[in-house]
């Protein structure tokens, strides 16, 4: 029996070694576009930064460390197209030019190819931008910039958190770093009030940001200058990065009928299962429900990666030998994510007050300023918090933390909240830690709970 | 009507402002002892230790804003006694040498007198020795201290987090600190496993560290200097300070017949009543239950004061208002505690492997090492984590960290876990946050989840 596995990174490599372990007798082959596996998408800015000197360092586990294990991983191999009815993939080696296609059989297919990036569609783009999505990129792109002259300008195309931390990179090193996007505001994931103090917070450390700014060409200038045009004006580059975001890997499996959910990336249950017998998917390319407002969403996070690989993985091990299903099961997300960009940890979880709103919730926002220590204390930074609740139930819907402090981690307990549905009442009455050095004896996220309680007139409200 | 509240710290002053606003027609006396009110008490380390430099700035709200708020506060004023049947406390003022009593009358009470050290009872002590446990100890902790030469020896007795922040704080002034414990690790509320990582760091530090030391007494040497004699040898030192914890004042309290509970703290009920009609208490003095394993501890925390005297406020002004109850009940604690020392973040909560050995409790534990940052990133960090699981259930019982990370305030997800009886199995998939700078794509506390799901055979153990 084969397990056939395409995409050689956190998803389908947590899945290959689970079931590697849990059924010996199965063979698994994996399918790679790179030349690299298991590794740590997230690491690229701080390698390109030079935080990380070598590149192996964020590589988890190469393909001969887990070839050592029994799997079959084929790197640089692209898989072009699925049959589900034959059970069969197409493959092809991108080493040898014009190596003819072969077939691969599968009795299991896990689809974990990942998510493409955003390029934009303009004149130039393509021939002058560089794109750093996976690892070989961040390779190409270190080596570009440290043959460039010093105090380079360079334009950023992409104010999420990929393209933040490359600008803070750059400027660390010298650079001049303009950072583009065509939203108004740098971090979408937050709501404007707040991405508007990380912007704040980019323009004092040195980046030139220019939101609301459409990309319309990229054009070459003497001595290997280009220009980077927009709407709003152009900007003199030796430099274009490309980091709008990536969008889920479908195309393959929407072509072999595999369903699409409303974001676009496949839909899966709980399992990891399309609705394709003997094909499951999980990583950058599915959506899974938000457990906050029920939607379905595409969230492209290592950590999703990880958990969903392992769950396909174990579900996939039951099948292969005879069980009905596997025994864990990926019930959703609640939309945490974290950054440290220029000094200010960044976090947040469950929607925004600019979902709720859309969405129709009935809720309440409460936005303040706290400090990291106690405010006697010297360098007691400063945090700035967004909580939301459900008005009614006083559910806590959400929260975003902004600041200088080291408080980024703290969401982790809102994230907590949000996914098991815990109240602001309650949520006031936790024995949540406190001593001078990490704040005022009412936690943070819990003086956020106390006015949200009040807000809401929600009883009691301590 | 009157509320006589005795105690002015944070107990006792969050129910008078709660009371002052919530029924404006009832009189509110404050006694207090001392010539502070709602001051931090965590805050005399950094006090005396310098990085707070003016003692006012760990004064939250003085007795004179209180007075404009309309709170009759009496500083320098103690209660001797009780008089449940009569609603009726003798008071004294401690300013007017011989003043005579007084009695002050009642419709409800709250007792909210903290707790006083506790001296080691051998000869010389009390002569010799500095207590360190109220605001005004620690201003003339400081100005002894501001008088010794640069290097002197100084013993400190206890090795608790006061204990350890003061020897810290004199290693750091170049003292030479002398920490000395009966018992035979560094802060009980940890195991010992985990205490000999933060004895050893202490060490390193500079701190001169002597564990199972009975202290057997205290004597004058020429020149000003003292010699502390242990059951294990003699210590020199230019001062002794008296940081051995502290436990609840309940004299006054037995006295007027209120019931003690198992702790010897004092027993009350979720709106802070005590066993006698018309008085209610909190704070450092009343013990609480463990919300992990049901006991009833005496847990001696500015946070639990807070909400323990908003909730004594909100059921005193329902009474006092004819209503039947309050509308908030404090149900319990998990034993969260922090400390920063010696630049380690320590942290943990639940109950620990020694207390679940004790009660028979069926359990595993896990210990492991991780990093505060992804690995690959420069300063990554040491974390030891340790964390328990109830076998069967899985329910999380504790976890303790201890490193040189900023990882002391993720205890607070364990926390929440402890006190919402969350299970391992459970918090493998929660969704905590993610970034290189914040360590590895599965978060530590959800390490330890997996760890312990697995060691317990727990099913999905990812």
Redesign the interface.
């Known amino acids: 029996m084969r397990l056939l596995v395409l995409g050689g990174d956190?998803a389908g490599m947590t899945a290959a070694s689970h079931v590697r372990r849990a059924a010996p007798e199965v063979e698994i082959v994996v399918v790679e576009r790179g030349p690299y596996t298991s590794y740590?998408m997230?690491?690229i800015p701080?390698y390109v930064g030079g935080?990380?000197a070598d590149v192996d360092?964020?590589v988890v586990r190469s393909p001969d460390a887990h070839r050592a294990n029994g799997i079959d991983v084929r790197t640089r191999t692209e898989a072009v197209a699925i049959d589900p009815a034959a059970r069969t993939v197409t493959v092809r080696d991108l080493t040898v030019p014009g190596a003819p296609e072969q077939e691969l059989g599968y009795d299991a297919l896990l689809y974990a190819v990942g998510a493409h990036p955003t390029l934009p569609q303009v004149p130039g783009a393509d021939e002058y931008g560089l794109p750093v999505h996976v690892l070989d990129e961040g390779v190409t792109l270190r080596r570009t910039i440290e043959g460039l002259r010093p105090d380079a300008p360079i334009v950023v195309v992409g104010a999420g958190?990929v393209g933040m931390e490359l600008a803070e990179a750059l400027v660390v090193r010298g650079f001049e770093a303009v950072l583009l996007d065509r939203s108004p505001q740098v971090m979408k994931p937050l709501d404007a009030d707040m991405a508007a103090l990380v912007e704040r917070r980019l323009v004092d450390f040195g980046i030139t940001v220019k939101l609301g700014h459409r990309l319309e060409a990229v054009r070459p200038l003497a001595d290997g200058l280009r220009e980077v045009v927009t709407d709003l004006g152009a900007f003199p580059a030796e430099l274009l990065i490309l980091a709008a975001g990536a969008r889920p890997n479908v195309a393959m499996a929407a072509a072999a009928g595999l369903r699409l959910g409303e974001s676009g990336a496949l839909r899966v249950d709980p399992q990891m299962r399309t609705s394709v017998d003997g094909i499951w998917a999980a990583g950058d390319c599915v959506e899974s429900v938000n457990?906050v407002d029920g939607s379905r969403r595409n969230v492209q996070?290592?950590?999703?990666?990880?958990?969903q690989g392992?769950?396909a993985g174990?579900d996939i091990a039951a099948v292969l030998q005879g069980r009905d299903r596997?025994?864990?099961?990926?019930?959703g997300?609640?939309?945490?994510?974290?950054?440290?960009v220029c000094e200010w940890e960044i976090?947040r979880?469950g929607i925004t007050e600019r979902e709720a709103v859309a969405q129709g919730i009935d809720h309440a926002a409460v936005r303040f300023e706290g400090t990291a220590k106690?405010d006697?204390?010297?360098d007691a930074g400063t945090v700035h918090v967004k909580m939301l609740a459900e008005a009614g139930t006083g559910r806590v819907l959400g929260a975003q933390l902004v600041g200088n402090g080291?408080?980024?981690?703290?969401?982790?307990?809102a994230?907590?909240?949000?996914?098991?549905g815990?109240t602001v009442q309650?949520a006031?009455?936790?024995?949540?830690?406190?001593?001078?050095?990490?704040?005022g004896?009412?936690?943070l996220l819990q003086v956020g709970a106390r006015k949200l309680a009040a807000k809401l007139r929600l009883?009691?409200a301590?």
């Not at 997300?333 to 440290?340: M, P």
Request: charged share 15%; glycine share 8%.
């Open positions: 956190a740590s997230c690491g701080f935080d990380v360092a964020l958190y457990l996070l290592g950590t999703h990666a990880n958990k392992k769950v174990m596997g025994e864990a099961a990926f019930d997300h609640v939309g945490t994510a974290i950054t440290k976090s979880t106690a006697y204390l010297p080291q408080t980024g981690k703290r969401i982790d307990v994230a907590t909240w949000c996914q098991l815990v309650q006031q009455f936790l024995d949540l830690s406190y001593a001078p050095p990490f704040g004896t009412w936690d009883t009691p301590l």
